[in-house]
């Protein structure tokens, strides 16, 4: 067990992209009711063009923040052009999964014909490495780490204490309410939106520049960010972040002390079983409220 | 009215022979053959997780398809080689065949790209409708055993490749060894050959075999169960980002464990994506290297510049090239007319030709699989180097 600390710490790097993601993906869903299954394409899709701007000569720092605008630009026209005009309805969920869902598959294969399928390089934003605890970890991890913690801190301070982020809330408790008293509703959308897909290019700028840059490299942190999401609670941010770093450090317990080859089985066994007994996450709650 | 009879029979068999001259031999088996075209097709991934390979291997073929279509073509014909994305799916695969042949009636199946996937096509495409499958980009030693007519190999199969790392390991004085292979039953059919290598040459080794799920991005905990086994060389069967992974994890780790792996591996991309981290990975190659002064080398450089100008010249679209280059030879010497059994009949009657890519190659009915030569190449300041002596699998 001599190695416990060290995976832990490695774990919680790993699943900063996890939480990162899950974040993303609480906001906009208790904004509008969407799980967006896009989020992570939407990210891919915004690294790909921080990865022209580089080659164009546009420093890295510049890139980062160009994907967070790209990512964000594309998710306010993916709500304003594809969600917001199925209207509110209880079909809108199966509907809205559906839709991201292809709109996912769309962005893959536009970014296939355009970028290649081919795993580009990327750069990181810090690079080099540090040994903690006797296990080496990237410092564009560490990075990572520290931006999912700040993203945290700041999404809770802006529904906490910002007058848009309570009147976000607000307009979430009751929609209708909220036009009454003159809250721009669909503004209110766009933003969570902007929030929600700019965070996910933060997350996909991160690994992109762990290992390399395709189209399909959301795939396998979405799935995790999800999980990350329903072991914390889907209605619940501090949740979605806390559990898409608890992702992270199960799958290294697992893989390391288990069997490398069954990682995803073990830490998918776990959350069904956390859930089978507390069926909202640790954080969530039964009845869903948006924002 | 009689000599206008006779004169009328005359020139309706004069039209008729004519006709049937510039006919395929039959329709059965001469498909996509014309007087000035052959149509031929394949499966190659262009996306997914083996693009990396899929894009460049298609690259390498069609600029020498182009080349020779620009010269004029083979006899006279220009080849059509019909390329389908099969995404590394074995399905979509099968899909894909049943299109080629019966829409697209090809007249073969040229350079198919994946191991499993050209498998899950054995079925329709040769045991049905027996179509000849030609230098497929994979294999595996069950392909050729019993032998299946139609099916003619071009590389050291990956068994064989395994057992002479296995062996060159062995060599390297290296005594524990662990190979990581990714989990699935044709990456782990491959590293069951290393050990018999190692052993061949050091019966005191041990050889230990780690399976790692297949799409695995964070190498943090692999490294770490890697380290407490203390191996002193690594031989790693899996996908070419996952090597690099592996590599980057190791390196990060400060472990000085030697890192072999097998011919995909042998590429651009490795240190594209590599970088400092690939340093010292060893691997064998199937094909000379496309940086040398050879003229088959240079002719690639040329022809890749000028067809696939996107593409830099590398190890995978060299092959691809070579590919291209023996099944045209095998075209221009295919009896007429041009059918599936004079082109099999050509290939069959290959001895020894030299592509000036692949070591020179020999086919025959009883022998299905033309190369049996690797060069051990190393990565040594950002470039895949030869090291040592050619590795002739056939001498194992």
Known sequence: MGDIISLIISGIANGSAYALLALGIVIIFRSTDTVNFAIGDTGTLATFAALSAIAAGVPIAAAFFLAIAVAGVVGIAAERLLIRPLGHGQHLLFVALVITIGLGLVMQAGMGAFWGNTPKPFPPLVPGWIQVAGVAISLNKIAATVFALIAMGFVAWFFGYMPFGIAMRASAEDPLAARMLGLNTGRIASIAWFLGCGLAAIAMFFLAAESSLNPHIAHSPLFRAFAGVFLGGLTSMPGAVIGGFAIGVLDNIAGHYISANYRDTIVFTVIVVVLFVRPAGFLGSIRKERV | ?396
């Open chain 2, 1 to 396: 009215m009689a000599s206008f009879g006779k004169a009328a029979s005359l020139a309706l068999a004069a039209a008729l022979s004519i006709g049937l001259a510039t006919l395929p031999a039959s329709a059965e088996d001469a498909p996509g053959v014309t007087p000035d075209s052959v149509k031929i097709g394949s499966w190659v991934a262009l996306s997914g997780p083996v693009a990396v390979y899929g894009v460049p291997l298609r690259a390498g073929v069609q600029s020498y398809f182009d080349l020779v279509n620009d010269r004029g073509g083979i006899n006279g014909r220009k080849i059509e080689w019909i390329v389908e994305d099969n995404a590394y799916n074995p399905q979509q695969t099968v899909a894909i065949a049943r299109k080629l042949i019966s829409s697209d009636n090809v007249l073969a199946l040229v350079v198919p790209h994946g191991t499993g996937q050209s498998a899950a096509a054995f079925p329709y495409a040769i045991d049905q409708q027996k179509v000849p499958m030609l230098l497929p980009y994979g294999g595996a030693k069950d392909w050729y055993d019993p032998l299946k007519p139609g099916l003619l190999g071009l590389h050291v199969l990956y068994e064989d490749q395994a057992a002479a790392i296995g062996r060159w390991a062995a060599q390297d004085g290296h005594k524990k060894v662990l190979v990581i292979y990714g989990a699935n039953a044709a990456f782990e059919n491959v590293a069951n050959h290393v050990e018999p290598g190692v052993k061949a040459l050091s019966q005191d080794a041990s050889v230990e075999l780690l399976p790692v799920k297949i799409g695995t991005t964070d190498y943090g905990p692999i490294v770490l169960d890697i380290m407490n086994r203390k191996p002193d060389a690594i031989v790693c069967i899996q996908l070419l980002q996952e090597i690099v992974l592996l590599s980057k994890g190791l390196k990060q780790q400060g472990a000085d464990i030697q890192v072999y792996s097998y011919a995909p591996t042998v590429g651009q991309a490795t240190i594209d994506l590599g970088g400092e981290f690939v340093e010292g990975l060893k691997a064998p190659s199937l094909t000379n290297s496309p940086f040398s002064d050879h003229p088959a080398a240079q002719e690639y450089r040329e022809a890749l510049a000028k067809y696939a100008p996107g593409e830099k010249p590398d190890f995978v679209s060299y092959l691809g090239f070579g590919a291209a280059k023996i099944f045209a030879e095998a075209l221009s010497k295919a009896q007429e007319p041009l059918t599936r059994e004079s082109l099999l009949g050509a290939f069959h009657a290959m001895q020894g030709y030299d592509s000036g890519i692949f070591p020179p190659v020999t086919f025959a009915q009883e022998r299905p699989l033309g190369g049996h030569l690797l060069q051990p190449m190393q990565v040594k300041d950002g470039k895949w180097v030869e090291v040592g002596d050619v590795i002739d699998v056939n001498q194992f």
